[in-house]
């Protein structure tokens, strides 16, 4: 298969994710501004999965750019990561309409935390498959360790959960942030 096309794929799964997710956002029946007011926490929700799905299209584009040769397992391990990805309109919408409560928080992180295993997965079997440079090996190592990371800081936003709800939402979206940019090590790596 060519890489391109796996790509192509992903990419139109990935835009189907955010398309059911912004339909949840249900219209009010009236056309005053106050109306808008008890969708705040669907909205807000809504904002955080956008931010998460645009995460992973812009790094799971970045990682693509290093296969050279797309083998099974690097198709199904690609499709493992969409298949947790396509789980998170049901988290985003749950969490949203029950205002952050804690079980729904709760199983918003393990979704997250979920689907950055298979992001990992994705990239062990690609690096697997591929022969890289020292240069790019370290790169997707420092990859690895802030894969890591996230999973720990997931870990501590559920637990968080029992005590505020806030501070998991701060803490999920610490990792968001810590993810924003693909790593530039890989860009400089490709280059060399």
Known sequence: MNKSRLEAF??????????????????????????????????????????YVAIYWGNHHHLLHTV??????????????????????????????????????????????????????????????????????VALKRQQRKALLSVTIYLVAIGTTFVNTAISGVLIFLVAVLWFIPDKNIAKALEA
């Open 10 to 51: 992903s990419d139109g799964v990935i835009a189907i994710i955010i398309t059911i997710m912004v339909l949840e956002i249900k219209t009010p029946h009236s056309a005053e501004w106050k109306d808008l007011l008890p969708l705040y926490p669907v909205a807000l929700s809504y904002i955080l999965s956008f931010i």
């Open 68 to 137: 050279k040769k797309v083998t099974p397992s690097i198709i199904w391990a690609n499709a493992h990561l969409l298949f947790w990805l396509s789980l998170i309109p049901f988290a985003t919408a749950w969490m949203g309409e029950n205002h952050f409560a804690a079980h729904t928080v709760i199983v918003y992180a393990i979704f997250l935390m979920l689907v950055g295993g298979a992001f990992a997965i994705l990239q062990f079997t690609i690096v697997k498959s591929n022969p890289y440079s020292a240069e790019m090996q």
